[in-house]
């Protein structure tokens, strides 16, 4: 708590050198782990991204929903379009309070565009229980390519707050 | 040891108003000791309201209690959020800074009045931010008000007051210290204390800058003089305050586990190069850490994300990592110079547990490290974001740092506080003893309770979990377990705010005349002993034992790092 002697740059012990050297080693490995999975790995964050407004997203979803949906089911009392867009192509999911619109039908182990943006406060797209979690915004066309590799039927939670009815805000996606 | 300043009058033909420490032989500046009451005092308060809503919302989360309903639940949340995060942690910091540029330094307060309105002004914005959320339901938008949720006016105007007298809290500690040392109030380097804090306070200049440009247009928007606002750059900036604000907590707290580890087993840091670069490397890096939030957002490249979330090269880690090494050293060096040789963890063995300063710095260290600082390197590495991002394992993660470390810190210190600056005795001391152990092992569960619930995917500002249909069993037993840890940690943080206000309050004048407060009579580990040069250097007293607790932490920083790979290595290809 006191200030030290004049001349405090001393050499560093053994043990302090030693330490610096295993943390630093241990630093550079976390750095270079980044760029290696993202070359290598099955699992990146999307980077894809469009401008988009609320107009011009919702009418694209609608369209989307229009071309290929197959059938209806309801969550929370909510009727909501099952939409099953061919392997390869894009799929659409629109985010507002406090809805996730509409439920999309995918086929395992098949690649989808999925474009996802919100029509009004930030959303947290959260995908279970795979645990996938990205970052909803209004304004942004956020493009996830995925493949699924399990099958089944998975709820889409909305993890970033966006106001009083936040928790009821549930959507789904099935994997044929 | 540096030589102090002569006696001689603090400014040239003008009446004197300052005291002279007993413990430290120190002059203690009445201005600035009334400034670091004031803000202490606030201080407390703030943390026993934010105390008593985190109490109610953790019930509420707490799946089979769920004691509030949705209103008051994100209510209290956006309360809790203001109070904890931003209010208590500030005006402790700002009683810190105070104490670190003037009564470590021998100095006066060279802008006293400059500091009371920087006081006023955030006293003015933290009550008013609480009154607004509470009567005002528009402005429920969580602590982070992320933009386009709109709050009212007021509400940005309570930030922007609070974020203004805080900065010129902190200009008025650099004039301190250029007039300390312009008067030659102390001679050569600051003390080690005195940089820590130097260091918080410059991070606090910047992040407090960022924030403005966060809050500042979200507040023009509020009054609809501005049209349109980026919701994405508005998070950019937002999180260049709310990250490194969390940063500036981390300077102080270090500074205080060295000065917590002096008052208790009377350390001298190993190397002051040593920790001084450590603190230095945060000064440079940590800013980038406003990317941590931003890693699974749209509209931002690989690179940028990479580059932002590592500190340019995990170099704030290392600064961390460092400290890790030289605090236990220093205090096992410390405890080996009185005699406490046997073994590698003798010293361990005979360190006083049962004083509060020491059992707080202990427990804030390895909550701080071990579920902290590891859970944090690993949410903020890129692809593994995707895992965590808004999951309770966020709020896992800082708790564990803010709370059980920081704010256990602080917890520590204020009993040394009472006797020197309040001047009281420390009352209840038998709480004091024990209370450290009951908030930390309280905040150690909730911590835990919430990062095995956001491993399951429960997501973190959420009233009901259970509509999202997906809810194994366990994930109520680690939500109990997260709301056992709540309650006990409310009894600690009850016990403190009692402790504090029954010393102050009914404690009777005293001059302290030794530091130590509980076990201090007759125990040679805490009889104050200045350590030679001879002390530090000889071989028996090398901090061996030390060196293996850090190799144990790195094995388990590496544990879990990969065990998060493996499981983002399980989920659905994405790209």
New interface residues.
Partial sequence: ??????N???P??R??K???T???V???F??I???L??YM???????E?YRTTAQQFGATVNEFVTKYQVGEETI?GITLPVVAPPPGSDAYIRASAWQWYPILQLEKGK?YRLH?SSM???H?F?????????????????V???????SGDF?I????????????M?GKIIVK | ??TLAPTTPWVKDAKDDYRTCPV?TLKVDMHAERLIIANAVMAVVVLAIGGLAALLIALTRWQAVHLLD??WF?RLLTLHGIDMLIAWMVFFEMAGLHFGSTV??NARHAAPKAAWLGFIMMTVGGLMANVVVLLDPKN???Y?A?M??KASPLFYLSYILFAVGALIAVITFFINIVVAKREKR????????SFGFMTAAILATYTLLQGAAAVVPAFLWSLNILPHF???IY?NFFWGFGHPAQQVNLAAMISIW??LA??TIGIR??????SRLAFVLYLFFINLGSAHH?????????AW??VNT?YA???A??GS??HA??IP?AMEVALRAKGFRKGLFGWLRNAPWKEPGFAAMVISIIIFGWVGGVTG?VIG???V???????MRLPGHFHATVVSGTTTAFMGLTYYLIPLIFRKELKLKKWATWQPYIFGGGMLLLSLGMIVSGL??V???????T????VPGTIELSLAVFGIGSILAVIGGIMFVTIVLTSILTGPRLEASKLLLVSGDGNPVLESTKLTEHDMEAKQN???GA?VL??AF?AW??IY?FTN?WL??R?????
């Fill in positions: 708590m006191l200030a030290p002697e004049q405090w740059w001393r560093m012990g043990l302090e030693t330490w610096l295993l943390a630093l241990w630093c550079i976390l750095t782990m980044m760029p999975w993202y790995g099955k699992q990146n964050v999307p980077t991204t929370n690649e996802l009004d406060y930030n947290g959260s995908l279970q229980p795979v645990n996938i979690n990205l970052q909803v915004l209004p304004g942004y066309d956020y996830a390519t995925i493949t699924p590799t399990s709820t939670v909305c993890n970033e707050y966006c106001f009083v009815g936040h928790h009821t549930v | 040891m540096a430290l949705a209103t994100y470590l330094l429920t938008v969580a982070t992320y386009p949720l102390f001679e050569g380097s600051l003390p080690l204390v980026d919701p994405g998070r060295y000065a002096q008052i840091p190993v190397n002051e190069k040593f931003l890693l699974v957002d749209p509209g931002l490249s690989f994300k990479a590592s090269m995990y170099l880690v290392l990592m460092m090494f030289s050293a390197v590495t890129e692809q974001n995707m895992l965590v991002h808004n999951t399951q995917g997501s973190r500002r959420n009233w009901d979990i509509f999202a249909g997906v090398q901090p061996k060196f850090v190799l790195l920083f590496a790092y790979w983002l290595g989920t659905w290809f994405i790209r």
